[in-house]
Protein backbone atom coordinates (compact mmCIF):
# COMPACT_ATOMS: atom_id res chain seq x y z
CA UNK A 1 0.00 0.00 0.00
CA UNK A 2 2.57 2.64 0.74
CA UNK A 3 4.55 2.14 -2.21
CA UNK A 4 1.04 2.98 -4.21
CA UNK A 5 0.79 5.90 -2.01
CA UNK A 6 4.36 7.16 -3.14
CA UNK A 7 4.09 6.11 -6.88
CA UNK A 8 0.90 8.70 -7.34
CA UNK A 9 2.71 11.98 -6.92
CA UNK A 10 4.97 10.69 -9.62
CA UNK A 11 2.83 9.14 -11.97
CA UNK A 12 0.77 12.32 -12.70
CA UNK A 13 3.70 13.88 -14.91
CA UNK A 14 4.04 10.66 -16.70
CA UNK A 15 3.89 11.48 -20.37
CA UNK A 16 5.54 9.82 -23.54
CA UNK A 17 9.30 8.96 -24.76
CA UNK A 18 12.72 10.94 -23.79
CA UNK A 19 15.11 13.12 -24.91
CA UNK A 20 18.72 12.64 -23.02
CA UNK A 21 19.66 15.75 -20.83
CA UNK A 22 23.25 16.79 -21.05
CA UNK A 23 25.45 19.43 -19.36
CA UNK A 24 24.91 22.88 -21.24
CA UNK A 25 25.49 26.22 -20.79
CA UNK A 26 22.43 27.98 -18.93
CA UNK A 27 21.02 30.98 -20.21
CA UNK A 28 18.30 33.23 -19.50
CA UNK A 29 14.58 32.54 -20.56
CA UNK A 30 12.54 34.77 -22.58
CA UNK A 31 12.81 38.11 -21.12
CA UNK A 32 10.43 40.11 -22.77
CA UNK A 33 7.15 40.38 -20.99
CA UNK A 34 9.40 41.43 -17.85
CA UNK A 35 11.10 43.77 -19.91
CA UNK A 36 8.07 45.66 -20.57
CA UNK A 37 6.96 45.16 -16.85
CA UNK A 38 10.12 46.10 -15.43
CA UNK A 39 13.31 46.72 -17.45
CA UNK A 40 15.39 46.82 -14.89
CA UNK A 41 14.06 43.23 -12.80
CA UNK A 42 14.70 42.05 -16.25
CA UNK A 43 18.16 43.58 -16.56
CA UNK A 44 19.03 41.90 -13.20
CA UNK A 45 17.74 38.48 -14.13
CA UNK A 46 19.83 38.72 -17.18
CA UNK A 47 22.72 40.03 -15.51
CA UNK A 48 22.44 39.15 -11.96
CA UNK A 49 21.19 35.75 -12.35
CA UNK A 50 21.68 34.36 -15.55
CA UNK A 51 24.77 35.82 -16.82
CA UNK A 52 26.90 35.37 -13.06
CA UNK A 53 24.87 33.49 -10.58
CA UNK A 54 24.19 30.40 -12.87
CA UNK A 55 27.48 30.42 -14.83
CA UNK A 56 29.91 29.86 -11.36
CA UNK A 57 31.55 27.22 -11.00
CA UNK A 58 31.26 26.95 -6.81
CA UNK A 59 27.96 24.71 -7.67
CA UNK A 60 27.03 23.06 -10.97
CA UNK A 61 24.49 23.90 -13.11
CA UNK A 62 22.63 20.81 -12.72
CA UNK A 63 22.73 21.20 -9.02
CA UNK A 64 21.55 24.60 -9.59
CA UNK A 65 18.81 23.19 -11.35
CA UNK A 66 17.64 20.70 -9.29
CA UNK A 67 17.56 23.13 -6.01
CA UNK A 68 15.58 25.83 -8.25
CA UNK A 69 12.76 23.19 -8.89
CA UNK A 70 12.91 22.29 -5.03
CA UNK A 71 12.86 25.67 -4.18
CA UNK A 72 9.61 26.38 -6.44
CA UNK A 73 7.69 22.98 -5.84
CA UNK A 74 8.13 24.17 -1.98
CA UNK A 75 6.37 27.77 -2.92
CA UNK A 76 4.01 26.61 -5.44
CA UNK A 77 5.54 28.71 -7.73
CA UNK A 78 3.81 27.14 -10.94
CA UNK A 79 4.32 29.95 -13.26
CA UNK A 80 7.89 29.82 -13.22
CA UNK A 81 8.09 25.91 -12.68
CA UNK A 82 8.00 24.84 -16.20
CA UNK A 83 10.84 27.40 -17.36
CA UNK A 84 13.29 26.47 -14.40
CA UNK A 85 12.15 22.66 -15.41
CA UNK A 86 13.39 22.94 -18.88
CA UNK A 87 16.34 25.09 -17.59
CA UNK A 88 17.43 21.91 -14.98
CA UNK A 89 16.64 19.03 -17.96
CA UNK A 90 18.90 21.01 -20.27
CA UNK A 91 21.84 21.35 -17.13
CA UNK A 92 21.56 17.67 -16.68
CA UNK A 93 18.99 16.95 -13.94
CA UNK A 94 17.40 13.96 -15.93
CA UNK A 95 13.56 13.11 -16.04
CA UNK A 96 14.06 10.55 -13.28
CA UNK A 97 15.33 12.69 -10.82
CA UNK A 98 13.46 15.59 -11.72
CA UNK A 99 10.75 12.76 -10.89
CA UNK A 100 11.95 11.45 -7.78
CA UNK A 101 12.31 14.97 -6.51
CA UNK A 102 8.35 15.40 -6.90
CA UNK A 103 7.89 12.54 -5.19
CA UNK A 104 10.14 13.18 -2.02
CA UNK A 105 8.75 16.38 -1.74
CA UNK A 106 5.54 15.57 -1.39
CA UNK A 107 6.06 14.71 2.68
CA UNK A 108 8.70 17.74 3.28
CA UNK A 109 6.33 20.45 1.26
CA UNK A 110 2.65 18.61 1.49
CA UNK A 111 0.79 16.93 -1.60
CA UNK A 112 -0.31 19.61 -3.00
CA UNK A 113 2.71 21.12 -3.71
CA UNK A 114 4.00 18.43 -5.31
CA UNK A 115 0.65 17.40 -7.55
CA UNK A 116 0.24 20.77 -8.54
CA UNK A 117 3.68 20.51 -9.98
CA UNK A 118 3.41 17.30 -11.98
CA UNK A 119 0.62 18.77 -13.44
CA UNK A 120 3.12 21.67 -14.85
CA UNK A 121 5.80 19.12 -15.49
CA UNK A 122 3.07 16.40 -16.90
CA UNK A 123 3.28 18.34 -21.12
CA UNK A 124 6.97 19.18 -20.38
CA UNK A 125 7.66 15.79 -20.55
CA UNK A 126 5.60 15.02 -23.33
CA UNK A 127 7.06 17.52 -25.59
CA UNK A 128 10.35 15.68 -24.71
CA UNK A 129 8.93 12.42 -25.58
CA UNK A 130 10.12 10.99 -21.77
CA UNK A 131 8.17 7.78 -21.73
CA UNK A 132 7.32 5.95 -18.46
CA UNK A 133 10.04 3.41 -18.47
CA UNK A 134 12.51 6.16 -17.75
CA UNK A 135 11.24 7.36 -14.83
CA UNK A 136 11.83 5.59 -11.15
CA UNK A 137 10.35 2.38 -10.28
CA UNK A 138 7.33 2.01 -7.69
CA UNK A 139 9.13 -0.59 -6.14
CA UNK A 140 12.94 -0.44 -6.02
CA UNK A 141 15.55 -2.60 -4.58
CA UNK A 142 15.82 -0.53 -1.82
CA UNK A 143 19.59 1.57 -1.06
CA UNK A 144 21.30 -0.23 1.73
CA UNK A 145 20.16 1.63 5.40
CA UNK A 146 22.56 3.10 7.91
CA UNK A 147 21.39 0.92 10.71
CA UNK A 148 23.22 2.60 13.40
CA UNK A 149 22.58 5.96 12.26
CA UNK A 150 19.24 4.99 11.99
CA UNK A 151 18.53 3.44 14.92
CA UNK A 152 19.70 6.62 17.15
CA UNK A 153 17.96 8.84 14.83
CA UNK A 154 14.55 6.70 15.02
CA UNK A 155 15.07 6.26 19.57
CA UNK A 156 15.81 10.22 19.64
CA UNK A 157 12.14 10.87 17.90
CA UNK A 158 10.82 7.87 19.84
CA UNK A 159 12.02 9.58 23.19
CA UNK A 160 11.00 12.92 22.03
CA UNK A 161 7.43 12.87 20.38
CA UNK A 162 6.09 9.13 21.02
CA UNK A 163 3.68 10.00 23.53
CA UNK A 164 2.84 13.33 21.06
CA UNK A 165 1.93 11.36 18.19
CA UNK A 166 2.52 7.78 17.27
CA UNK A 167 1.33 8.08 13.73
CA UNK A 168 3.53 10.53 13.01
CA UNK A 169 6.95 8.92 14.57
CA UNK A 170 5.72 5.32 12.84
CA UNK A 171 5.17 7.16 9.65
CA UNK A 172 8.33 8.90 9.72
CA UNK A 173 10.02 5.60 10.16
CA UNK A 174 8.45 3.96 7.75
CA UNK A 175 7.46 5.69 5.08
CA UNK A 176 10.51 8.09 5.17
CA UNK A 177 13.70 6.48 6.54
CA UNK A 178 13.20 3.00 5.79
CA UNK A 179 11.52 3.32 2.40
CA UNK A 180 11.72 6.90 0.34
CA UNK A 181 15.21 8.01 1.66
CA UNK A 182 16.39 4.91 0.52
CA UNK A 183 14.72 5.15 -2.74
CA UNK A 184 17.67 4.78 -5.61
CA UNK A 185 16.24 7.14 -8.20
CA UNK A 186 18.28 10.29 -6.69
CA UNK A 187 21.58 9.89 -5.34
CA UNK A 188 21.16 10.48 -1.29
CA UNK A 189 23.63 13.49 -1.75
CA UNK A 190 20.98 15.10 -3.91
CA UNK A 191 18.11 14.07 -1.79
CA UNK A 192 19.55 15.83 0.47
CA UNK A 193 20.12 18.37 -1.43
CA UNK A 194 16.36 19.30 -2.35
CA UNK A 195 15.28 18.71 1.34
CA UNK A 196 17.66 21.65 2.43
CA UNK A 197 16.66 23.65 -0.62
CA UNK A 198 13.00 22.70 0.89
CA UNK A 199 13.55 23.87 3.79
CA UNK A 200 15.07 27.16 3.22
CA UNK A 201 12.29 27.90 0.87
CA UNK A 202 9.73 27.17 3.13
CA UNK A 203 11.75 29.15 6.42
CA UNK A 204 11.15 26.06 8.15
CA UNK A 205 15.25 26.58 9.17
CA UNK A 206 14.54 24.62 12.67
CA UNK A 207 15.00 21.21 10.84
CA UNK A 208 18.13 22.22 8.53
CA UNK A 209 20.65 21.07 11.10
CA UNK A 210 19.59 17.51 10.92
CA UNK A 211 19.40 17.85 7.08
CA UNK A 212 22.33 19.79 6.80
CA UNK A 213 24.49 17.60 8.43
CA UNK A 214 23.20 14.50 6.71
CA UNK A 215 23.41 16.13 3.11
CA UNK A 216 27.40 16.84 4.19
CA UNK A 217 27.34 13.46 5.56
CA UNK A 218 26.44 12.77 2.12
CA UNK A 219 28.92 14.52 0.06
CA UNK A 220 27.50 17.99 0.03
CA UNK A 221 31.11 20.30 0.63
CA UNK A 222 30.85 22.97 2.73
CA UNK A 223 31.34 25.70 -0.36
CA UNK A 224 28.78 23.81 -2.38
CA UNK A 225 26.52 24.24 0.33
CA UNK A 226 27.26 27.96 1.23
CA UNK A 227 26.56 27.88 -2.81
CA UNK A 228 23.39 26.69 -2.15
CA UNK A 229 22.68 29.65 0.57
CA UNK A 230 23.61 32.21 -2.41
CA UNK A 231 21.82 30.41 -5.04
CA UNK A 232 18.50 30.72 -3.01
CA UNK A 233 18.78 34.11 -2.11
CA UNK A 234 17.19 34.54 -5.62
CA UNK A 235 14.45 32.08 -5.37
CA UNK A 236 13.34 32.22 -1.97
CA UNK A 237 14.36 35.31 -1.03
CA UNK A 238 16.86 37.56 0.96
CA UNK A 239 15.01 37.23 4.29
CA UNK A 240 14.65 33.19 4.03
CA UNK A 241 18.58 33.02 3.33
CA UNK A 242 19.48 35.36 6.65
CA UNK A 243 17.48 33.55 8.59
CA UNK A 244 19.01 29.81 7.43
CA UNK A 245 22.58 31.38 7.26
CA UNK A 246 22.89 31.24 11.52
CA UNK A 247 22.00 27.77 11.05
CA UNK A 248 24.29 27.04 8.42
CA UNK A 249 26.69 28.98 10.48
CA UNK A 250 26.40 26.60 13.50
CA UNK A 251 26.61 23.38 11.12
CA UNK A 252 29.60 24.46 9.53
CA UNK A 253 31.26 25.47 12.90
CA UNK A 254 30.47 22.22 15.06
CA UNK A 255 32.15 20.25 11.91
CA UNK A 256 34.73 22.12 12.09
CA UNK A 257 35.32 21.44 16.06
Known amino acids: MKKQIVSTVFALS ?57 ALVT ?33 YTGWGNATAAAEV ?8 GIEVSELPAVDPELL ?3 QEAEDARQTFVQDTFGDV ?15 LWLRPALAPR ?31 SKDEASAVLSHLAFYAGWPNIFSAMPVAKDVFESRAN
Open 165 to 179: SRGVVDNTEQLLFLD
Open 14 to 70: LAAPAVQAQESSVSAPDLSALSRVAPALSNYTQDALFDTLWQQNDLSARDRGLITVA
Open 75 to 107: RHDTEDLGTYVNVALDAGVTPAEISETITHLAF
Open 190 to 220: DRSLVTVAALIAASKVEQMPFHLNKAMDNGL
Open 121 to 128: IAPIYEER
Open 144 to 146: PLN
